[in-house]
């Protein structure tokens, strides 16, 4: 039985290859045709050439970064010898934007079709606030529907989700940051995932429920209800009132049962957190996979994360359906140059200490592995943080790194579903919106399987092809969607990664 290769080299350009295990000193790597000079950990990165110092570094084909010292074959390649270096892109929009074939099965889940011709993956009521000052009295509404029962006589409805934030006040009330709490808030408020809304408010606060009622329907169920503490008298009378709404809002919730869909309902918000050397070889770009099965079916997915895609936005503006919406990205890209400048920081602090532990050691690097979650589909266009989808296909919104408030934007967008590859671990949910786990690599994955839903270490491990566990992935869109419970709703996260973007100044 032939040995399992120690390494892996990702594209014939490439100067350095990837550990598949950890290596020792001394060790001769067949795979790669050299020796370790040194101890290198699964998942980092090996020198296969002589590598002079200024010399581009390449993974996946593409720069990672340049040498600040000569490399020798076998050296270890990451922080003590590696950097970004300066880099350009070729943007050359909409060049390659080739149409998918599209798919000729009719696939179907069962979701809660709303009245504004959305569909839910969830029945949850939410409890949503304005302002942090309205938090506590959303959470003791929440906990008193709980000690009361209100919900035995709803077996349709899923739970109750109080939706806390830490702003709302202290703000201007006509910048980017006021504009950016209010496309997020309205977005929750609208969202098919809740078959009913209780807005509370304190009612002296910047964020006025009044002006996000604004007089109009925000729900075309007409499941929504709002109220402020100081109007209502007090702490106890809210929280009293707010029992009473919510049993109406629930009456009308109820009544939603799962109906069969076509999955070209399935807005999929993509995310990844806590990455490793793995993450561009194994998850990501099963998800790839996945996410263009989808866009076949006429579905939607998301991409986030500016921050994570910096130095590889020429593999997406390539992509772009066209031109104009080429320059969006770009256009978003140059908005965080800037906005990172202002604030003293530079776009290659990204990479976390997780990040690099697991072998991943600047921006550009980073973001080749993060870009693969997109798959092969065109661009169809991009969108601001929170702002609601309107176009099917693979799509891209603006937001930072930050998961819990990337997912928060996509949620606010429309997502009725996330997916989340990890490579260190992450553990988090982000109810209403049931998120699927998936793991980097196996060790990972036995070790967090209480956590993980899906395994893509066996990419590596076992030979799986990508277009497998891609299908696989793809599946799990569908069974999740249709009501299968993912390990962190087991495990009943989701009530605290409601985060949204606060930009500007706190006053």
């Not at 910047?206 to 604004?214: H, P, R, T, Y």
């Not at 998800?287 to 939607?300: P, R």
């Not at 799509?395 to 819990?404: A, E, L």
């Amino acid at each position: 039985m032939s040995q399992a290769p120690r390494s892996i080299t990702l594209h014939p350009q490439d100067n350095v290859a990837i550990a598949l295990a950890d290596i020792g000193a001394g060790e001769h790597i067949c795979a790669a045709g050299v020796t370790a000079l040194g101890a290198i950990k699964q998942g980092h990165k090996i020198a296969t050439v002589p590598i002079a110092a200024g010399q581009n570094i390449m993974r996946y084909g593409q720069t990672i970064g340049q040498a600040n010292v000569d490399i020798a074959p076998g050296e270890h390649v990451h922080v003590q010898n590696l950097s970004m270096g300066e880099h350009s892109r070729d943007y050359a929009h909409a060049t390659a934007a080739t149409a998918l074939k599209a798919a000729t099965d009719a696939r179907m889940f069962e979701g809660y079709h709303r009245a504004d011709g959305r569909v839910g993956t969830r029945n949850y009521l939410g409890i949503l606030t304005s302002v942090n000052c309205s938090g506590s009295v959303a959470k003791f509404i929440a906990e008193a529907a709980e000690k009361s029962g209100l919900l035995d006589a709803f077996p349709n409805v899923d739970g109750i989700v109080p939706i806390t934030h830490g702003t709302g006040c202290g703000m201007s009330g006509e910048n980017e940051g006021y504009a950016t709490l209010f496309r997020t808030l309205s977005g929750y408020a609208q969202h098919p995932n809740f078959g009913g809304i209780l807005l509370i408010g304190l009612g002296c606060e910047v964020m006025q429920v009044s002006a996000l009622v604004g007089g109009r329907p925000i729900r075309a169920d007409g499941a929504l209800r709002y109220m402020t503490i100081q109007q209502e008298g007090g702490t106890r009378k809210t929280i009293e009132k707010g029992l009473a709404e919510l049993r109406g809002i629930a009456e009308l919730a109820n009544k939603a049962m799962r109906e069969p869909t076509p999955i070209s309902h399935l807005t999929v918000g993509m995310q990844c957190g806590g990455s490793d050397g793995y993450s561009g070889i194994t998850a990501n770009p099963a998800l790839g996979v996945a996410s263009d099965m989808l866009v076949q079916h006429g579905g939607t997915t998301i991409l986030s994360e500016t921050s994570e895609i910096y130095g590889a936005e020429h593999l997406l503006t390539r992509r772009a359906a066209s031109v104009e919406v080429g320059k969006k990205l770009i256009d978003r890209v140059r908005w965080w140059e800037d906005y990172t400048a202002r604030n003293h920081g530079e776009m290659d602090n990204n990479p976390s200490p997780g990040n690099k532990r697991g072998g991943l050691t600047t921006i550009l690097e980073k973001s080749l592995g993060a870009v693969a979650k997109s798959g092969s589909a065109p661009l169809t266009d991009v969108y601001l943080f929170g702002e609601k989808i309107d176009k099917k296909g693979f799509v891209f919104m603006d937001s930072p790194g930050f998961d819990p408030c990337s997912v928060t934007g996509q949620i606010a967008s429309g997502a009725n579903l996330i997916v989340f590859t990890t490579g260190r671990g992450s553990v988090s949910g982000y109810m209403p919106t049931p998120c699927i786990k998936i793991a980097t690599n196996s060790e990972m994955y036995q070790r967090m399987s209480d956590d993980m839903d899906i395994n893509c270490g066996d990419i590596v491990s076992e030979g799986v092809p990508l277009a497998d566990k891609g299908a696989d992935i793809f599946e799990m869109f569908i069974a999740v969607a249709s009501g299968k419970q993912t390990k962190s709703e087991e495990l009943g996260f989701g009530g605290v990664e409601f985060v949204p973007w606060q930009i500007g100044a706190v006053m």
